[in-house]
């Protein structure tokens, strides 16, 4: 969860500030601004600290508007101005619009706001409307009925895009590597594929776009001299035609006996229509063999 801190909104300081812990927290408190979705925050709070309230600050914790950009208030921990009896208890949070005004963006940065208190608190906290607890149309009919509902949020994909597709391979026999040529690696050995990336069983891809990945990649080279040059990289070869793009390159030395070469792409994207392949070059003058190797990827599709 990204929120945008009083110094990236240009708040103004509060006059004073009080504080409570966790335990004293047990209620969100929902509310609307009731003005236009482009009101600034910091237009909010010059009203909340001017000549009609004279508040301390911003009178809400937490701000949303129809972008689902979530502004730092007083907060989670400081006592604030929402709701007359509800603000030691409440952590208020205020959608920068009017009634209807609630997009699915606001209200999952709504959600987020309010899982993460719970995660914090370390128990659940009641969902409220501000009209709950007083005498006001405050958060409006669509909002209010929203947070009666639970606060459900149209997440489904995010969901399943946070459970990645685990491969895991490794290769069953030597391959030829020959000096100055890049050689594809098989992967003959197949561990963990419930999502078919490695779909060519035995064969070279390890991921199938469209996807966002991390992969890690170990291979034993042996038959060079010490101090031969060896690179790896990885490639993502179009399922289409032969277009190849290639990734970041890694560079080795051969050490005295085997060597051993370990690669890592911690996040990469592979786009529709392409699969992830490992590849390995030597710059020596005589042949060599990558004699054994395992490759590790998590991968998570992309719409
Ligand atoms: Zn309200």
């Excluded at 910091?42 to 600050?57: E, L, V």
């Excluded at 100055?180 to 069983?201: C, L, P, Q, R, Y």
Aim: net charge negative; hydrophobic share 35%; charged share 25%.
């Amino acid at each position: 969860m990204n929120i945008i801190s009083r110094a990236e909104w240009g708040a103004r300081a509060p006059r004073a500030r009080s504080t409570v812990t966790w335990g004293d927290r047990r209620e969100v408190v929902v509310h609307y601004s009731e003005g236009p979705t482009t009101q600034t925050v910091r237009s909010i709070q010059d009203f909340h600290m001017g000549p009609d309230r004279r508040w301390s600050d911003v009178g809400y914790n937490f701000l949303v508007d129809v972008q689902g950009r979530i502004y730092e208030g007083r907060g989670w921990l400081t006592v604030g101005a929402h709701a007359p009896d509800h603000n030691s208890s409440g952590i208020g949070i205020c959608m920068i619009g009017r009634d209807g005004d609630a997009t699915p963006a606001a209200e999952r940065s709504i959600r987020a706001i309010y899982d993460e208190a719970c995660r914090r608190a370390g128990r659940s906290l009641a969902k409220l409307g501000h009209r709950d607890v007083y005498e006001t149309s405050c958060p409006g009919d669509q909002l209010w009925n929203w947070v009666h509902a639970g606060m459900p949020t149209d997440n489904v994909d995010e969901q399943e895009d946070d459970m990645p597709d685990y491969v895991s391979v490794g290769m069953s026999e030597s391959q030829d590597l020959p000096p100055g040529e890049w050689v594809t690696i098989n992967w003959g050995k197949e561990f963990s594929d419930s999502a078919h990336h490695h779909w060519d069983k035995g064969g070279p891809s390890l991921i199938v776009g469209p996807a966002r990945y991390n992969l890690t990649a170990n291979v034993r080279v042996e038959g060079l001299a010490v101090g031969t040059e060896l690179q790896a990289r990885v490639v993502e070869v179009a399922e289409e035609g032969g277009k190849v793009e290639t990734g970041p390159i890694a560079e080795y030395a051969a050490s005295k006996g085997a060597t051993f070469l370990h690669y890592n792409v911690a996040a990469d994207t592979v786009r529709k229509g392409y699969r992830v392949r490992f590849q390995v070059a030597q710059y020596g003058t005589t042949p060599a063999k990558v004699t054994d190797g395992s490759a590790k990827a998590l991968a998570w599709g992309t719409a």
